[in-house]
């Protein structure tokens, strides 16, 4: 089977940043990915950190046919266009996620990267995160109660042995903010009603409310993912940066849908005191895949 990009299941850095790229209308779509893959290797990080490269799935499909998930798309229209729940979409071209035990390596590896790059694609948009409490969101609940071990998470993000593009996974990055003075306003009761948890212990309520957020992500419902969010911002402007991977696109996409309120069952709860604002699909190739692709270009 390919191997993963490991840093897509290293757990416990509490520094992240998420870089998008969109490749210059005067690159070498081609040159751009392997420009990328290549980043990953020593003579351009800098040691303590984890990097995980991804592609807009039409541009990996275009430039690694081989290598590219059957039946993906990119986040390509909004979700629940002009409603008050609408899901944004902020479709770019390569993500670069680092992450590290400080910020100072973090914010060194960032810089180097986008020098890097600069020759084939500018950067525009960048979010920085950090762990929040060890396991807990901005809304005090634990965030990933049912996140699979990691031996499990091996088989729920990633594209499976003998499938095409196996080894890689899919990766929907988005960016939530939360409208804290409301959340804060309400009593914990009314809290654990829209998580659908309990926020001391996260035990899953029982029954759970038909519009919490429990219920309507239900992995027993649309497929497992494996998750690893962060927080993100400052005392005024804050939220969750959703970071989920799965082996394929259909319960993320699902999941959405349903947080919506798409079709004739109730919008998640949550969604009336957070709002996304990015949106983006990306490939997460093999590292096999990456490695080979990255050292195409150098005869």
């Not at 990097?51 to 541009?59: D, H, I, M, S, T």
């Not at 390509?76 to 400080?102: C, F, K, L, Y």
């Not at 309507?216 to 927080?231: E, L, S, Y």
């Not at 998640?268 to 996304?276: H, K, P």
Request: charged share 20%; with cysteine; proline share 6%.
């Amino acid at each position: 089977m390919a191997s993963p990009q490991t840093g897509i299941f290293a757990l416990g850095t509490a520094a992240h940043a998420y870089l998008e790229f969109d490749v210059l209308p005067s690159a070498d779509a081609s040159i751009a990915v392997a420009d990328v893959a290549r980043l990953r290797e020593p003579r351009t990080t800098i040691g303590g950190v984890n990097l995980v490269a991804g592609y807009r799935p039409e541009l990996w499909a275009v430039v690694a046919p081989d290598a590219a998930p059957s039946g993906v798309a990119g986040f390509n229209e909004p979700i629940a266009r002009g409603s008050a729940r609408e899901m944004p979409a902020t479709q770019h071209d390569i993500v670069m996620w680092i992450a590290g035990a400080s910020y100072d390596v973090v914010f060194d590896t960032s810089r180097a990267i986008v020098a890097e790059l600069m020759g084939c694609a500018t950067l525009v948009h960048e979010i920085v995160g950090w762990q929040y409490h060890h396991d807990r969101d901005l809304t005090g609940f634990v965030d990933g109660t049912e996140n699979p071990s990691i031996v499990e998470a091996m088989s729920v993000a990633l594209v499976p042995p003998g499938e095409v593009g196996e080894g890689s996974s899919l990766l929907l990055l988005q960016q939530w903010e939360h409208d804290a003075i409301s959340w804060e306003a309400l009593p914990v009761a009314a809290q654990e009603g829209i998580i659908g948890r309990r926020k001391a212990d996260s035990e899953e309520l029982d029954p759970k409310p038909p519009a919490s957020h429990v219920a309507r992500t239900d992995q027993d419902r649309f497929g497992k993912i494996f998750r690893r969010n962060v927080a993100f911002g400052t005392v005024s402007d804050h939220g969750t940066i959703f970071v989920g991977f799965c082996g394929s696109q259909g319960p993320l996409q699902q999941m959405l849908e349903s947080m919506v309120g798409l079709g004739s069952e109730p919008p998640d709860q949550l969604t009336s005191v957070a709002r996304a604002v990015t949106g983006a699909y990306y490939v997460i190739p093999s590292a096999d895949r990456l490695a080979a692709f990255g050292a195409e270009d150098r005869a």
